[in-house]
């Protein structure tokens, strides 16, 4: 399975960005996916998981409520709605595709990794 994430560029702090992650296979529609960054300097992070059928999401503290995951299983896809940008939300942002049917917060979790793509919020 190929990922590959799209979506980032530069804002303003309060914007909005739409990050996607296209699958390459149908494979990824039986799985687990998660959004991840990795700011400068700084260790990879959790931000959102989606199990394989949409309904169960999870968020790390820090976008509750300012971010959305969401995915199209049909069109094997998945999106990151962020709102309410904010310069710490800058990052390269990392879609990933989990061994099981589940998300979950743990890197180690994910078999397969997109190339990431920057997301740059300005103050």
């Known amino acids: 399975v190929q990922l590959q994430a799209s979506g980032g560029g530069l804002v303003q702090a309060g914007g909005s960005l739409r990050l996607s992650c296209a699958a390459s296979?149908?494979?990824?529609?039986?799985?687990?996916m998660a959004w991840f960054r990795q700011a400068p300097g700084k260790a990879r992070e959790f931000v959102a998981s989606?199990?394989?059928?949409?309904?169960?999401?999870h968020y790390a503290d820090s976008v509750k409520g300012r971010f959305t995951i969401s995915r199209d299983n049909a069109k094997n896809t998945m999106s990151l709605q962020m709102n309410s940008l904010e310069p710490e939300d800058t990052a390269v942002y990392y879609c990933?595709?989990?061994?099981?049917?589940?998300?979950?917060?743990?890197?180690?979790?994910?078999?397969?990794w997109g190339q990431g793509t920057l997301v740059t919020v300005s103050s």
């Open positions: 296979r149908r494979t990824s529609s039986n799985n687990g």
């Open positions: 989606i199990n394989w059928t949409g309904r169960s999401t």
């Open positions: 990933a595709t989990a061994r099981s049917s589940y998300g979950s917060s743990d890197a180690t979790d994910y078999r397969y």
